[in-house]
């Protein structure tokens, strides 16, 4: 092989590695978007299934005599905003990050609150109750415990919203 041979032979093979690498980059980046695309239609189809049994279960709790009295949370804005309210108190109440605390709202209507709360760090979580006395929610009380009959008393929580207490002398009290 010549001197230009040689030279040539080089350069063909430096052409063929580059068009190489172009294409293999962009099967990467067409892929990588059909990967994604599929992704999204995935996350769309689970938040259709959530969204429906959420739907399911808010019609089946519409049904339901017990609630009946309670006042549903209709608007996602009013629920996201209860959540921060309470969210912001058990940040307040604990010295803890807003981030870290999950609160879902589970029963309410106009002044009284039954919901969940937890904190990221912790194994479990707990059941809180919340009232709204003349301009703000306050936690009336939050465990995982029993409620005390004596500590809700004073708030005016319906039997719907806590049908049972325990008093001070450790005697269950059905409402």
């Known amino acids: 092989m010549t001197k230009n041979n040689q030279g040539f032979s080089n350069s063909l ?3 063929i590695v580059a068009v190489a690498l172009v294409g293999a ?10 990967v994604n695309i599929l992704l999204d239609m995935e996350r769309t189809e689970e938040q259709d299934a959530i969204k429906k049994i959420i739907d399911e279960k808010i019609e089946a709790e519409n049904n339901s005599p017990i609630e009946e009295n309670l006042k549903k949370i209709s608007a996602p804005k009013e629920a996201e905003d209860l959540e921060s309210i309470f969210k912001q108190l058990f940040s307040d109440k604990y010295s803890a990050i ?6 879902t709202i589970s029963k309410r209507d106009a002044t009284h609150v039954w919901g969940s709360v937890r904190f990221a760090e912790a194994v479990g979580g707990g ?3 919340g009232y709204k006395g003349e301009e703000e929610w306050i936690i009336v009380q939050d465990g995982n415990g029993t409620i005390s009959c004596e500590t809700i008393e004073p708030y005016g929580f319906s039997a719907d919203m806590v049908p049972e ?3 001070a002398g450790g005697e269950l009290i059905t409402r």
């Open 98 to 103: 807003m981030e870290d605390i999950n609160i």
């Open 127 to 129: 059941w809180f109750l």
């Open 25 to 34: 980059g962009v099967i990467f980046y067409y892929k990588k978007d059909a």
């Open 165 to 167: 207490c325990v008093t």
């Open 13 to 15: 093979i430096a052409i």
